[in-house]
């Protein structure tokens, strides 16, 4: 693992406030000059730290008014029938994110949709159709509480 110092962990709170800050911005921001905040920002994007610059829209506005937390248990847990599942899920433009769990569910999916007829679509043409699922267990959002893509870094060194 990289090691990053507080300057660094400076540029990556400043980036993962708005991505689209360029590097005089950001060193502005983090009270360094333009040539070493680019070095460090080079540095830290050959690190694989920054998977990728990315855009946040608002899914009201653009028709996905629907979140819904799905729980999945699959009926068996090979090797074979695992990978056909998450290629399966993978596929799914519904789904925006899938996590393979320990407890009580195998998968957690995020799935984002316009409405309850298009997460019913979704449920019974979709997902349904898949191979070896045992239960679907649906979760609707009613009001996000609290989202966050920005992880917590330490800026106190």
């Given at each position: 693992?990289?090691?990053?110092?507080?300057?660094?962990?400076k540029?990556?709170?400043?980036?993962?406030?708005?991505a689209?800050?360029?590097?005089?911005?950001?060193?502005?921001?983090?009270?360094?000059?333009?040539?070493?905040?680019?070095?460090?920002?080079?540095?830290?994007?050959?690190?694989?730290?920054?998977?990728?610059?990315?855009t946040?829209?608002?899914?009201?506005?653009?028709?996905?008014?629907?979140?819904?937390?799905?729980?999945?248990?699959?009926?068996?847990?090979?090797?074979?029938?695992?990978?056909q599942?998450?290629?399966a899920?993978?596929?799914?433009?519904?789904?925006?994110?899938?996590?393979?769990?320990?407890?009580?569910?195998?998968?957690?999916l995020?799935?984002?949709?316009?409405?309850?007829?298009?997460y019913q679509?979704?449920?019974?043409?979709?997902?349904?159709?898949?191979?070896?699922?045992?239960?679907?267990?649906?979760?609707?959002?009613?009001?996000?509480?609290k989202?966050?893509?920005?992880?917590?870094?330490?800026?106190?060194?």
């Amino acid at each position: 693992m990289e090691t990053f110092d507080l300057t660094d962990m400076k540029i990556l709170r400043a980036l993962q406030d708005d991505a689209r800050l360029n590097t005089k911005e950001i060193a502005h921001k983090i009270g360094l000059s333009v040539t070493p905040t680019y070095e460090r920002l080079k540095k830290i994007e050959r690190s694989g730290v920054i998977r990728q610059y990315v855009t946040l829209l608002d899914a009201e506005k653009i028709g996905k008014a629907l979140t819904v937390f799905c729980n999945v248990s699959l009926q068996l847990h090979s090797q074979k029938l695992i990978r056909q599942f998450e290629t399966a899920i993978r596929k799914m433009e519904e789904v925006m994110e899938c996590y393979h769990l320990a407890g009580t569910y195998d998968y957690m999916l995020k799935v984002a949709v316009a409405d309850m007829k298009s997460y019913q679509y979704f449920l019974t043409n979709k997902l349904a159709a898949v191979e070896n699922i045992a239960q679907v267990h649906s979760s609707f959002v009613m009001t996000p509480v609290k989202y966050t893509t920005s992880y917590p870094l330490d800026l106190s060194s």
